[in-house]
């Protein structure tokens, strides 16, 4: 089992910076990809970015790809998302989740590939 705490969630406003972060525990070393997504009220859970956990590799969703910046830290089994830049519709709760595959470009997308997920941390952004 592997447990997923977010944290770093807030209010801010258009233009500012928020700093999430995902702490895993457990069997944390079986971790193959952790990956961010958010869901606005009424709307899908969809990608933000992921990362391999071993190799590094990184996805991003196209609308945040040039603002936010996914990074881990092996030694703390913790996973970081700066967003910079934020803008109103990046409003949404954001979820850490992982799985213990390494995903690639086809799949590490879909939330339904990703078996442990966190509570999920508010991120609001005023205009």
């Known amino acids: 089992q592997v447990q997923l705490v977010e944290s770093g969630g807030g209010l801010v406003q258009a233009g500012d910076s928020l700093t999430l972060s995902c702490a895993a525990s457990g069997r944390a070393s079986s971790v193959g990809t952790i990956g961010w997504f958010r869901q606005a009220p009424g709307k899908e859970r969809t990608l933000v970015a992921a990362?391999?956990?071993?190799?590094?590799?990184?996805y991003y969703a196209d609308s945040v790809k040039t603002r936010f910046t996914i990074s881990k830290d092996n030694a703390n089994d913790t996973v970081s998302l700066q967003m910079n830049s934020l803008k109103p519709e990046d409003t949404a709760v954001y979820y850490c989740?992982?799985?213990?595959?390494?995903?690639?470009?086809?799949?590490?997308?879909?939330?339904?590939?990703?078996?442990?997920w966190g509570q999920g941390t508010q991120v609001t952004v005023s205009s």
């Open positions: 990362i391999n956990w071993s190799r590094g590799i990184t």
């Open positions: 989740a992982a799985d213990e595959r390494q995903f690639a470009t086809a799949t590490v997308n879909y939330p339904r590939n990703y078996y442990y």
